[in-house]
């Protein structure tokens, strides 16, 4: 398994430092310090232990049901005239690309001797996968939800509570995901020696955003791979997925990043349109700031306070987006499109009705751009299907035609 | 010299360090705060400037930049109330905010306006050792704005040793390990102040986060220069009808 590999001479990936390219860093209060110093030091030192990579790779086949299927999706292909792969995320436990980092980060919270789990979650995804992995552990779970998102994510709020995890509202800002990781991070500046952080995105101080593209990386492990059985050759010539924070971006890239033949196409959020006011676009509205510890591109407003950002999907919500993806998207390395809230839901009937397959609202959004891709007949296509629809059913009903 | 440095040169002990949101509870209430502190004999003022996500403080320091910004405050404006304030107020006044905020504004350009209003000091939680050693210094050097840095119960010796090097003005020792305005109990932390007090850093140090009357203030002032009260302060003008009794009373009540 090269979860592990050596990244140190790439142009892309995080420096010794901490950093991509300008981007990323740790810009924590003293409080953090022990923490995160601690991870910084250990992270890849546990990661490459092989007990430690046994036991993660064994929960991923046995519990998570991987690997997850690359599966060529006929009619979509025949719609666009390109061979399109789906790498079905959506089939794990849990029902999204989220369980792979929790698991990973369960298991590294045990070899730090953590006791009491925090997490943040937007619309709940990331909330269950990590009261999934609590509940496998035992270990206790607090997740930060804000007010907000909890009001409209009910069924995700009650499955993380039958699997014993304490959801606390975050009251505060704007009640949504931004706050909710305020929240988490207050927590555990109250709480450093027992409790681990499973931050569920590839944001946050270093080592995060490189902790969790490589626990999410078995996702561009297993393309490569499966790719290669399936047509002789592990590179596509498009990657594709969806960018919020960007962990399953992060997950499908992560072995592409280095092999410049491979396209790697990245989704916004559009919401409402990138002009709109409603809008997740950050690579299109955002500057280089600091949030959550960061410095990457952020949304705001002239003066450096935090601006909230619009999308149906809440998993994409975020003002931020990882300093992996600011520096892929500052040095071109990645392209970056954006699809509104109407594309994603036109894209999740598209893909409902010709393969049998109701998408996430978020995994909809990189289907939405397959029609703004220059295809060439006989080129190859990976798109991370990061989620399956069943948490969106409200809004699709909504929607229904 | 700078204020701060001349405040510990010629008062050791009891400093009394006060925080306030820039901007609250009314947009123009800053310049009446400030001085009305300095009336009531505060030695020192730690003006917040209001973001949106500050991860270091609780909900009272939180709310109080939420009602901040929407009363229109921003470093510009802050700026422009504190022009000409030093013909009324000699006390140090010391900004406290979060990064981003200051990197929009430009960290040059911010260092320069503190100079030429009378700032003397600076407390970004969120600007790391490392990133102000290699990138800030000498800038806020260069402007004479003193850097303050944290230290917390968690912070190693040998790191306490370097923060100590680096800091100029105080350090500002956290006592327990919370955001602003928690309750902890303070009897737990004797052995951390003991611990800082019998290292004889080369600054001053002062000590916040909890406290928040008489009692909590002289447990903090056995072992240290000082404290900062916050979040009890913050509280205690939030709805206060009368502003400067309501200043007054407060300190009275701490240095009684």
Known sequence: MDITIDTSHSKYHVNKKGYYGHFGGAYIPEMLYPNVAELQEKYLEIMRDPAFLSAFEQLLKDYVGRPSPLYLAKRLSEKYGVDIYLKREDLNHTGAHKINNTIGQILLAKRLGKKRIIAETGAGQHGVATATVCALMGMECVVYMGSVDIQRQAPNVARMKMLGATVVPATSGSKTLKDATNEAIRDWINNPVDTHYIIGSVVGPHPYPDMVARFQSVISEEIRRQLKEKTGKSNPDYVMACVGGGSNAAGTFFHFVDEEDVRLIAVEAAGKGVHSGYSAATSQLGRMGVIHASKTLLMQTEDGQIVEPHSISAGLDYPGVGPLHAHLFETGRATFLSATDDEALEAAYELSRLEGIIPALESAHAIAKLKDLSLQPGQVVVVCLSGRGDKDMETYIKHLK | ?256
């Open chain 2, 1 to 256: 010299m700078n204020r701060i440095d001349q405040l510990f040169r010629d008062k050791p002990g009891h400093i009394l360090n006060i925080y306030c949101t820039a901007g609250f509870p009314a947009l123009n209430d800053t310049l009446t705060i400030v001085e009305t502190l300095q009336k009531s004999g505060a030695d020192m003022v730690e003006l917040g400037m209001p973001f949106s996500d500050p991860l270091a403080d609780g909900p009272v320091i939180q709310d109080s930049s939420t009602r901040a910004i929407a009363n229109g405050m921003r470093i510009s404006v802050l700026f422009e109330q504190l022009k000409g304030f030093r013909e009324r107020v000699s006390l140090p006044v010391v900004l406290m905010g979060y990064l981003n905020p200051v990197l929009q504004f430009g960290v040059e350009e911010f260092c320069k306006k503190c100079a030429e209003t009378g700032i003397d000091g600076l407390i970004l939680p969120d600007l790391p050792m490392d990133e102000y050693e290699n990138e800030y210094r000498q800038i806020f050097d260069k402007y004479g704005l003193h850097f303050i840095f944290l230290v917390t119960p968690e912070t190693s010796e040998a790191r306490i040793r370097k923060i100590d090097s680096l800091s100029k003005g105080f350090v500002y020792a956290v006592s327990s390990s919370s955001t602003t305005g928690k309750d902890k109990d303070m009897s737990g932390q004797q052995a951390y102040f003991a611990r800082l007090q019998a290292m004889k850093l080369k600054n001053p140090v002062l000590i916040g986060f909890g406290i928040r009357d008489k009692a909590t203030f002289e447990a903090a002032c056995a072992h240290s220069n000082g404290a900062i009260i916050g979040s009890a302060f913050v509280k205690a003008i939030e709805n206060s009808a009368n502003l400067q009794q309501t200043i007054q009373e407060f300190v009275e009540k701490i240095k009684a």
